[in-house]
Every structure is written in C-alpha cells, then in structure tokens.
C-alpha cells in the first residue's frame, strides 16, 4: 500500500491550493483517509478525513475552508484548501490504516 501526496507550493495568504493524495493497492473507496499536516517545532496535526462512507470530519482551525473529497475512479483523495492562512503553512500528508504517505510542503506567506 501507497499514498503519495502532491500539490503543495508557494501561496500568499487568502489564496488556494488543492492536495491529491494517490493511492495506490488499496481502494480509498473502501477505506477511511485522513489529511494530517506537521509545521516545524508543533506536533502533527489532523486536518480532517473522509471515512470509506463518505463523510468528512474537519479539526476546528480549518472547518469552513479546507474540504475533503475522493474520486474513486482515480483512486485519489483530496484536500482543498481556501482562505489559507500563514498558519496553514506545514508539511501536509494522507494516511489511511498504518500507512502514512510521503508529505508535501505547503508555504503560506503574508
């Protein structure tokens, strides 16, 4: 099992960026997903998920701007992000089970 993220960058405050997490043997359909991201000198921290039936779950610092959402026909999870904040800015990885994907760096400038 393989989860790689993707879609991270460079974004000045009140812009958007949207994540992929890619899944690769084992169907996200089927399973709960989750986004966590880990800024430097913090503990990591879940963003959100979407469980295998297709509900979604969000931490309060970002409830009302980031989404989660799957397309199950490219095995794929993602995480749209509005409004980003300077805060916002971490490493952002998916994991699902015990499989943690690689992460992918998002930078919010002010």
């Known amino acids: 099992v393989q989860l790689q993220a993707s879609g991270g960058g460079l974004v000045q405050a009140g812009g958007s960026l949207r994540l992929s997490c890619a899944a690769s043997?084992?169907?996200?359909?089927?399973?709960?997903v989750g986004w966590y991201r880990q800024a430097p000198g913090k503990q990591r921290e879940l963003v959100g998920l979407?469980?295998?039936?297709?509900?979604?779950k969000y931490a309060d610092s970002v409830k009302g701007r980031f989404t989660i959402s799957r397309d199950n026909t490219k095995n794929t999870v993602y995480l749209q992000m509005n409004s980003l904040e300077p805060e916002d800015t971490a490493a952002y990885y998916c994991?699902?089970?015990?499989?943690r994907g690689q992460g992918t760096l998002v930078t919010v400038s002010s």
């Open positions: 994991s699902s089970g015990t499989t």
């Open positions: 979407i469980t295998r039936e297709g509900s979604t």
């Open positions: 043997g084992m169907l996200v359909m089927f399973n709960a």
